[in-house]
């Protein structure tokens, strides 16, 4: 049973930074390529940062050379370090593969940024 536990989200200001946290059971994490994405209310999930099982990295426009994701095969676990955060970037954030499976998603974290 897969099972995708997301962490590490909370409120802060803008400008401010929060490392998320996803930690994978039930499926070969080292071969499997992982992403973050975001999710707002009555608006579709949307890819933020994506990183291969070779560890090679790619980033959405609007988070690129703020965010960065990074995996730790030793734990099972995948990053999202998020620096000079937005209100914009206020949304639920939740792990997944790449491509994502619907079974999958796990309870996501919420990250509030203020004004």
């Known amino acids: 049973q897969v099972q995708l536990v997301e962490s590490g989200g909370g409120l802060v200001q803008a400008g401010g930074s929060l490392r998320l946290s996803c930690a994978a059971s039930?499926?070969?994490?080292?071969?499997?390529?992982m992403a973050w994405y975001r999710q707002v209310p009555g608006k579709q999930r949307v890819l933020v940062a994506d990183i291969g099982s070779g560890g090679n990295t790619h980033y959405a426009d609007s988070v690129k050379g703020r965010f960065a994701i990074s995996r730790d095969n030793t734990k099972n676990t995948v990053y999202l370090q998020m620096n000079g955060l937005k209100p914009e970037d206020t949304a639920v954030y939740y792990c997944?593969?790449?491509?994502?499976?619907?079974?999958?998603w796990g309870q996501g974290t919420q990250v509030t940024v203020s004004s």
């Open positions: 997944n593969a790449l491509p994502f499976y619907n079974n999958y």
């Open positions: 039930g499926i070969t994490f080292r071969r499997t390529a």
